[in-house]
């Protein structure tokens, strides 16, 4: 791509200032700038104008609550055990992320919430998959996912960690793919004067970029049934716990979804239900007056699940779910960039636009859900912010009621 295209490209789309700095960069600086033009769909940003998107009717799904598990807690944790130890099962750690609400500069996974002693994120995470290796005898395939931005410093810090103990040869990192951001009006950000920002483009995309990396290998060649996709902030979460590994397979659900009681009827979580009689959560911004206060049979509200980001996906489900098409989120963020002058600016406030697909859309496009339930407060303790609500002091509590020693 010439410079005059790049600058019409560029131009149709209102968006020519992504060239502002060219006079100031060399030749190999001008090179990468083409080239990412070329190469860039910038479609997302229209996005911003679009508003919301619209929903289908909602009902509820009921969940296989705890008391349901206790009953039948033997058969479901020797059909997950059976199901762990024939190799069926994986394990896929979504650290993408940027964590912009924590405040930090390195992956999430590598903050250390210890207080006598280090203790890493991605080391709790480790320690509680251990676990399940340790109770079944048998090595879980770990597949992390990265982006651009934190691949390498993810990847040398686990390696002089030694893994915290997991076995090098059972993991698999891969990375996502990227997005172009904008600001508040829709003009797209540069992170330097010869890049366009770019972010990484929300977590659904996992098992597309699992592919591209060459990784779908494995799932063909160690007969992988099952994977369990989690989030790297919740410190507490039990990766490929055998109860719920058995109650997915002998429900025969396309997924199962972890999900915990709202711990109050106005919590901001999503909440699993059913939309036009497929599986789907709800925003808590969606939920009506009427749903809110609807019952199911025992008199408990029928929209009482949040999710908590770990689900477990057939993989015989997934190549079709790859090829539909899923809804952009639009979110709102602070993002580091350049100002008008060419100063990297580090904002207060968010002052942008990053575009995400979200993992939660792809439990819409399957055709079962089970939503199992686990107590708040053994298996949930995300560390969203530094300090209040989700944040590094909950979590410490959270953990240390579990006996962790911090
Ligand atoms: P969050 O929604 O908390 O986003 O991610 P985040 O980027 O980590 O944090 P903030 O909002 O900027 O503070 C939930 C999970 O999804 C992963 C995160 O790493 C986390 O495990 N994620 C998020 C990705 O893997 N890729 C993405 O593009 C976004």
């Known amino acids: 791509m010439t410079y005059q295209q790049a600058l019409e490209k560029m131009s149709s789309m209102g968006q020519e200032q992504v060239l502002r700095f060219w006079d100031e960069l060399d030749e190999e600086q001008r090179a990468a700038l083409l080239k990412q033009i070329e190469e860039t769909d910038f479609s997302p940003i229209d996005r911003i ?5 619209e929903r289908g009717v909602f009902s509820p799904l009921a969940a296989m609550q705890i008391y349901h598990i206790d009953a039948r807690r033997k058969e479901l944790y020797e059909a997950g055990v059976q199901t762990i130890k024939a190799g069926k099962t994986a394990a896929l750690l979504l650290a993408g992320g940027m964590g912009t609400r924590l405040g930090t500069d390195d992956p999430k996974g590598m903050y250390d919430i210890g207080i006598t002693h280090p203790l890493y994120i991605f080391e709790c995470i480790i320690n509680n998959l251990l676990d399940v290796v340790r109770e079944t005898g048998t090595w879980i395939r770990l597949f992390i996912m990265t982006s651009e931005i934190n ?8 390696k002089e960690k030694g893994y915290f103990g997991y076995r090098e040869d059972m993991i698999c990192f891969f990375r996502q793919d990227m997005a172009p951001v904008c600001d508040l009006e829709g003009k797209l950000l540069m992170e330097s004067k010869e890049r366009i920002a770019v972010s990484p483009n929300g977590n659904a ?13 494995y799932i063909e060649e160690e007969g992988i049934e099952w994977i369990d996709v989690f989030a790297v902030d919740n410190v507490l979460q039990r990766i490929c716990d055998p109860c719920f590994v058995g109650a997915c397979v002998l429900s025969d659900v396309s997924v199962g979804a972890k999900v915990v009681r709202k711990a109050a009827p106005d919590e901001k979580v999503g909440v699993i239900c059913l939309e036009d009689g497929r599986p789907s959560i709800v925003e808590y911004y969606e939920l009506s007056r009427e749903m809110a206060e609807t019952l199911d049979e025992n008199g408990e509200p029928a929209y009482n699940y949040g999710v908590i980001l770990n689900y477990l996906f057939k993989t015989a489900e ?3 779910v790859a090829g539909e098409k ?7 963020k602070k993002i580091n960039c350049l100002d008008e002058k060419g100063e990297y600016i580090r904002p207060d406030a968010p ?3 990053k575009f995400e697909q979200l993992v939660l859309d792809m439990i819409h496009q399957l055709s079962a859900c089970l939503p199992y339930e686990v107590d708040r407060e053994r298996e949930f303790a995300p560390i969203k912010n530094l300090t209040g609500v989700d944040s590094v002091d909950t979590a410490r509590e959270l953990l240390a009621k579990n006996g962790v020693v911090l």
């Open 326 to 332: 899923m809804p952009l989120h639009v979110v709102k």
């Open 318 to 320: 997934l190549p079709r």
């Open 49 to 53: 104008h679009g508003g919301r998107q």
């Open 205 to 217: 995309g996992w098992y597309s970029s699992m592919l591209r990396a060459g990784l779908g290998r």
């Open 151 to 158: 691949h390498e410093t993810t990847v040398k810090f686990l």
């Open 351 to 353: 002052n942008g636009y």
